[in-house]
Protein backbone atom coordinates (compact mmCIF):
# COMPACT_ATOMS: atom_id res chain seq x y z
CA UNK A 1 0.00 0.00 0.00
CA UNK A 2 0.81 3.84 -0.39
CA UNK A 3 2.74 5.48 3.03
CA UNK A 4 4.05 8.45 3.70
CA UNK A 5 5.93 8.59 7.19
CA UNK A 6 7.08 11.45 8.97
CA UNK A 7 8.12 10.47 12.73
CA UNK A 8 5.30 10.70 15.17
CA UNK A 9 6.83 12.01 18.07
CA UNK A 10 7.74 15.98 19.04
CA UNK A 11 11.45 16.87 17.97
CA UNK A 12 12.66 18.69 20.42
CA UNK A 13 15.80 21.05 19.97
CA UNK A 14 17.73 23.81 21.58
CA UNK A 15 17.86 26.68 19.85
CA UNK A 16 20.86 27.61 17.51
CA UNK A 17 21.04 23.88 16.94
CA UNK A 18 20.16 22.07 13.12
CA UNK A 19 16.39 20.46 12.77
CA UNK A 20 16.30 17.70 10.71
CA UNK A 21 12.92 16.19 10.07
CA UNK A 22 12.35 12.76 7.99
CA UNK A 23 9.60 11.95 5.08
CA UNK A 24 9.67 8.51 3.86
CA UNK A 25 7.43 6.85 1.26
CA UNK A 26 6.49 3.80 0.08
CA UNK A 27 4.62 3.05 -3.72
CA UNK A 28 4.75 6.66 -4.70
CA UNK A 29 6.85 7.95 -7.62
CA UNK A 30 6.16 11.19 -6.64
CA UNK A 31 7.57 14.14 -9.57
CA UNK A 32 7.90 16.38 -6.85
CA UNK A 33 8.17 16.85 -2.99
CA UNK A 34 7.12 19.71 -0.95
CA UNK A 35 7.27 20.79 2.81
CA UNK A 36 4.74 22.64 4.39
CA UNK A 37 4.57 24.49 8.37
CA UNK A 38 1.52 24.42 10.15
CA UNK A 39 0.62 26.32 13.10
CA UNK A 40 -1.50 25.60 15.80
CA UNK A 41 -5.07 26.30 14.30
CA UNK A 42 -4.04 28.07 10.83
CA UNK A 43 -3.93 26.57 7.47
CA UNK A 44 -0.25 24.97 6.25
CA UNK A 45 2.10 27.25 4.75
CA UNK A 46 4.33 26.57 1.53
CA UNK A 47 8.23 26.44 2.12
CA UNK A 48 9.80 24.59 -0.02
CA UNK A 49 9.44 22.12 -3.63
CA UNK A 50 12.02 19.89 -4.45
CA UNK A 51 11.61 18.01 -7.91
CA UNK A 52 12.70 14.06 -8.40
CA UNK A 53 15.44 15.43 -10.22
CA UNK A 54 16.95 17.44 -7.73
CA UNK A 55 18.95 16.20 -4.74
CA UNK A 56 19.32 19.49 -2.83
CA UNK A 57 16.99 22.89 -2.57
CA UNK A 58 17.99 26.01 -0.23
CA UNK A 59 16.20 29.00 1.22
CA UNK A 60 17.35 31.19 3.87
CA UNK A 61 18.04 28.88 6.90
CA UNK A 62 16.15 25.73 5.03
CA UNK A 63 17.58 22.91 3.55
CA UNK A 64 15.76 20.12 1.84
CA UNK A 65 17.12 16.77 0.26
CA UNK A 66 15.38 14.53 -2.19
CA UNK A 67 16.80 10.99 -2.21
CA UNK A 68 14.46 8.89 -5.07
CA UNK A 69 16.38 5.45 -4.37
CA UNK A 70 15.95 5.85 -0.46
CA UNK A 71 12.60 7.40 -1.19
CA UNK A 72 13.62 9.76 1.60
CA UNK A 73 13.64 13.42 1.94
CA UNK A 74 15.07 15.54 4.71
CA UNK A 75 14.40 18.70 5.94
CA UNK A 76 17.04 20.72 7.83
CA UNK A 77 16.34 24.13 9.70
CA UNK A 78 19.94 25.56 10.70
CA UNK A 79 20.21 27.87 13.57
CA UNK A 80 16.70 27.15 14.77
CA UNK A 81 14.98 29.35 16.72
CA UNK A 82 12.17 29.46 19.21
CA UNK A 83 10.03 31.06 16.38
CA UNK A 84 10.28 27.63 14.29
CA UNK A 85 8.47 25.60 16.59
CA UNK A 86 5.24 24.25 14.63
CA UNK A 87 4.46 21.28 12.94
CA UNK A 88 6.15 20.47 9.02
CA UNK A 89 4.01 18.30 6.63
CA UNK A 90 5.78 16.75 3.72
CA UNK A 91 3.83 16.30 0.56
CA UNK A 92 4.19 14.30 -2.41
CA UNK A 93 2.22 14.50 -5.57
CA UNK A 94 0.78 11.50 -6.70
CA UNK A 95 -1.97 10.50 -9.60
CA UNK A 96 0.36 12.35 -12.14
CA UNK A 97 0.19 16.11 -11.02
CA UNK A 98 -3.05 16.56 -10.10
CA UNK A 99 -3.29 14.92 -6.27
CA UNK A 100 -1.01 16.47 -3.39
CA UNK A 101 -0.63 14.01 -0.82
CA UNK A 102 0.59 14.57 3.00
CA UNK A 103 1.95 12.97 5.36
CA UNK A 104 1.58 13.41 9.20
CA UNK A 105 3.46 15.70 9.69
CA UNK A 106 6.53 16.54 12.94
CA UNK A 107 5.97 18.57 15.25
CA UNK A 108 9.00 20.82 16.35
CA UNK A 109 9.62 23.02 19.46
CA UNK A 110 12.56 24.62 19.51
CA UNK A 111 13.84 25.84 23.18
CA UNK A 112 15.56 29.02 24.18
CA UNK B 1 -5.68 40.14 -2.91
CA UNK B 2 -7.49 38.09 -0.17
CA UNK B 3 -6.10 34.56 -1.35
CA UNK B 4 -8.13 31.58 -0.77
CA UNK B 5 -11.11 32.37 1.76
CA UNK B 6 -13.47 29.86 3.41
CA UNK B 7 -16.60 30.36 5.51
CA UNK B 8 -17.96 29.75 7.74
CA UNK B 9 -15.18 29.56 10.21
CA UNK B 10 -17.21 27.01 13.20
CA UNK B 11 -20.56 25.02 12.28
CA UNK B 12 -22.15 22.87 14.79
CA UNK B 13 -23.90 20.49 12.90
CA UNK B 14 -26.69 17.47 14.18
CA UNK B 15 -26.11 13.65 12.90
CA UNK B 16 -28.61 13.87 9.78
CA UNK B 17 -28.26 17.87 8.50
CA UNK B 18 -26.57 19.04 5.68
CA UNK B 19 -24.49 21.71 4.94
CA UNK B 20 -22.55 23.25 2.13
CA UNK B 21 -18.67 24.93 3.20
CA UNK B 22 -18.22 27.68 0.85
CA UNK B 23 -14.54 28.64 -0.52
CA UNK B 24 -13.24 31.24 -2.53
CA UNK B 25 -10.11 32.23 -4.44
CA UNK B 26 -9.08 35.40 -6.26
CA UNK B 27 -5.97 34.11 -7.56
CA UNK B 28 -7.33 32.50 -10.92
CA UNK B 29 -5.92 29.48 -10.33
CA UNK B 30 -7.33 26.14 -12.09
CA UNK B 31 -6.53 23.81 -9.37
CA UNK B 32 -8.35 23.96 -6.38
CA UNK B 33 -8.34 20.75 -3.47
CA UNK B 34 -10.19 20.02 -0.32
CA UNK B 35 -8.78 18.11 3.00
CA UNK B 36 -9.74 17.24 6.44
CA UNK B 37 -7.20 17.41 9.18
CA UNK B 38 -8.82 15.30 12.36
CA UNK B 39 -7.18 15.96 15.62
CA UNK B 40 -2.99 15.63 15.61
CA UNK B 41 -3.44 14.28 12.20
CA UNK B 42 -1.98 14.75 8.69
CA UNK B 43 -4.30 16.30 5.87
CA UNK B 44 -6.46 13.72 3.94
CA UNK B 45 -7.45 15.07 0.46
CA UNK B 46 -11.57 14.70 0.00
CA UNK B 47 -11.80 16.31 -3.60
CA UNK B 48 -9.76 18.03 -5.93
CA UNK B 49 -10.75 19.99 -9.13
CA UNK B 50 -8.29 21.04 -12.10
CA UNK B 51 -10.49 23.22 -13.80
CA UNK B 52 -14.11 24.56 -13.95
CA UNK B 53 -16.31 21.74 -14.83
CA UNK B 54 -13.84 19.11 -13.73
CA UNK B 55 -13.62 17.50 -10.17
CA UNK B 56 -12.50 14.22 -9.25
CA UNK B 57 -12.67 11.96 -5.89
CA UNK B 58 -9.17 12.09 -3.21
CA UNK B 59 -8.89 9.50 -0.80
CA UNK B 60 -11.76 10.17 1.47
CA UNK B 61 -14.54 11.53 -0.98
CA UNK B 62 -17.17 8.98 0.99
CA UNK B 63 -19.91 11.49 2.22
CA UNK B 64 -19.23 14.48 0.52
CA UNK B 65 -19.76 15.98 -2.86
CA UNK B 66 -18.43 19.10 -4.77
CA UNK B 67 -18.88 21.41 -8.15
CA UNK B 68 -17.27 23.36 -9.78
CA UNK B 69 -19.29 26.20 -11.84
CA UNK B 70 -16.29 28.88 -12.14
CA UNK B 71 -12.51 29.01 -11.66
CA UNK B 72 -13.26 30.86 -8.04
CA UNK B 73 -15.55 28.53 -6.11
CA UNK B 74 -15.28 25.37 -4.99
CA UNK B 75 -18.01 24.34 -2.80
CA UNK B 76 -17.47 21.11 -0.26
CA UNK B 77 -21.40 19.68 0.42
CA UNK B 78 -21.86 17.19 3.48
CA UNK B 79 -24.81 15.53 3.07
CA UNK B 80 -26.60 13.81 5.83
CA UNK B 81 -23.60 14.27 8.57
CA UNK B 82 -22.20 11.86 11.16
CA UNK B 83 -20.00 12.58 13.61
CA UNK B 84 -17.09 10.62 11.97
CA UNK B 85 -16.84 14.26 10.03
CA UNK B 86 -15.97 15.96 12.55
CA UNK B 87 -12.66 17.62 11.35
CA UNK B 88 -11.37 20.74 10.28
CA UNK B 89 -11.70 21.11 6.61
CA UNK B 90 -9.49 23.20 4.75
CA UNK B 91 -9.54 24.36 1.03
CA UNK B 92 -6.62 25.14 -0.90
CA UNK B 93 -5.82 26.25 -4.76
CA UNK B 94 -2.56 25.58 -6.18
CA UNK B 95 -0.04 27.24 -8.41
CA UNK B 96 1.06 25.84 -11.92
CA UNK B 97 4.46 25.13 -10.19
CA UNK B 98 2.65 23.04 -7.41
CA UNK B 99 2.91 25.48 -4.59
CA UNK B 100 -0.96 25.65 -2.51
CA UNK B 101 -2.43 27.94 -0.62
CA UNK B 102 -4.81 27.02 2.36
CA UNK B 103 -7.54 28.49 3.74
CA UNK B 104 -7.43 29.30 7.39
CA UNK B 105 -10.13 26.27 7.75
CA UNK B 106 -13.29 25.69 8.58
CA UNK B 107 -14.16 23.63 12.61
CA UNK B 108 -17.08 21.51 11.99
CA UNK B 109 -18.41 19.74 14.71
CA UNK B 110 -21.14 17.12 13.87
CA UNK B 111 -23.37 15.95 17.34
Known amino acids: SQKIEQNSEALNIQEGKTATLTCNYTNYSPAYLQWYRQDPGRGPVFLLLIRENEKEKRKERLKVTFDTTLKQSLFHITASQPADSATYLCALVSGGYNKLIFGAGTRLAVHP | NAGVTQTPKFRILKIGQSMTLQCTQD?????MYWYRQDPGMGLKLIYY???????DKGEVPNGYNVSRSTTEDFPLRLELAAPSQTSVYFC??????????FGEGSRLTVL
Open chain 2, 27 to 31: MNHNY
Open chain 2, 49 to 55: SVGAGIT
Open chain 2, 92 to 101: ASRLETGELF
